[in-house]
């Protein structure tokens, strides 16, 4: 399948948002870059147990997940001309694409889970940037803590829609799935 026209990876109003972009992957091991209005940011590769848990809740959520619905973990996402976000896992609407980036338009749930070198950026600023680019889910996981948080979109902002219980978040929407934060 080939890609639609708005996941063109080589042009951008923003020019240095395609350079990012064209950095070759063996340059960015173990590193991740994001992009906002010019500032880059990056953080360094998640631990062990961090991606145990993100593999956990890909788990839970993939077999839950309609044809026409993709979960791809650490995928680069254009919330808008001058910014690439990469949340630890998203939810697409759009399946089996070839891209180097989604749109915002594209991404039905994004989700981070919480580091100490992440928490601010994930629980205030991500959020907000997710919001404005209008995804309809957000899901903020906080893993010293067991527990996660699904938010909703409502007029623009993000409100509370699921809150764990004992470790364990149980979804209705955008998937149905029981989601085990337990270590």
Not at 29 to 41: H, K, M, N, P, Y
Not at 65 to 81: A, I, K, T
């Amino acid at each position: 399948m080939s890609a639609p026209a708005e996941h063109d990876t080589g042009r951008s109003s923003a020019p240095w948002l395609s350079e990012v972009l064209a950095l070759p992957e063996e340059q960015l091991l173990g590193t991740r870059i994001e992009a906002v209005d010019g500032a880059l940011l990056m953080s360094p590769a998640p631990t062990s147990s961090h991606q145990r848990l993100l593999q956990r809740l890909q788990r839970a959520m993939a077999p839950e997940l309609p044809d026409d619905l993709e979960l791809l973990p650490g995928v680069n996402v254009r919330c808008g001309e001058s910014r690439l976000l990469s949340p630890d896992f998203v939810i697409v609407t759009c399946p089996d694409v070839a891209t180097t980036w989604y749109p915002a338009s594209e991404v039905l749930l994004a989700a981070e889970i919480e580091s100490a070198s992440t928490r601010v950026q994930d629980r205030i600023f991500e959020k907000a940037l997710y919001a404005e680019a209008l995804i309809p889910y957000y899901l903020l996981v906080d893993p010293e803590q067991e527990a996660a948080t699904l938010y909703a979109l409502a007029d623009g902002d993000y409100l509370p829609h699921a809150k764990s219980e004992g470790g364990v978040l149980t979804l209705a929407e955008p998937v149905p799935a029981e989601l085990d934060l337990r270590a």
